[in-house]
Nanobody, 114 residues
Framework: QVQLVESGGGLVQPGGSLRLSCVAS????????VGWYRQAPGKQREWVATISSSGSTNYADSVKGRFTISRDNAENTLYLQMNSLKPEDTAVYYC????????WGQGTQVTVSS
């Protein structure tokens, strides 16, 4: 069973950038898809972005053009580059890996505030 550990969250001003990382305990290439969700206080978990095993990417409309998902198969690491951050991006961000089942990381807090 894979384990996922996120890092890179923090406090950033509106318009700023952060890069989240998600390190897997084994190869992420074997998964059909890996990606990110987020959950803001009082709201349901929301899909953010996905990258498939073939490398194709998809984004939620709310982050398209501002966020970029990528992965480093050699390092078993998934990234989420977040630019032009807005206060509404404030949430706990979770990475996931989809194989025969879905595995989640523990989450990393992102706060966008002046």
């Amino acid at each position: 069973q894979v384990q996922l550990v996120e890092s890179g969250g923090g406090l950033v001003q509106p318009g700023g950038s952060l890069r989240l990382s998600c390190v897997a305990s084994r190869s992420i290439f074997s998964f059909s898809a890996v990606g990110w969700y987020r959950q803001a206080p009082g709201k349901q978990r929301e899909w953010v972005a996905t990258i498939s095993s073939s490398g194709s990417t998809n984004y939620a409309d709310s982050v398209k053009g501002r966020f970029t998902i990528s992965r480093d198969n050699a390092e078993n690491t998934l990234y989420l580059q977040m630019n032009s951050l807005k206060p509404e991006d404030t949430a706990v961000y979770y990475c996931y890996a989809r194989g025969s089942s879905v595995t989640w990381g523990q989450g990393t807090q992102v706060t966008v505030s002046s």
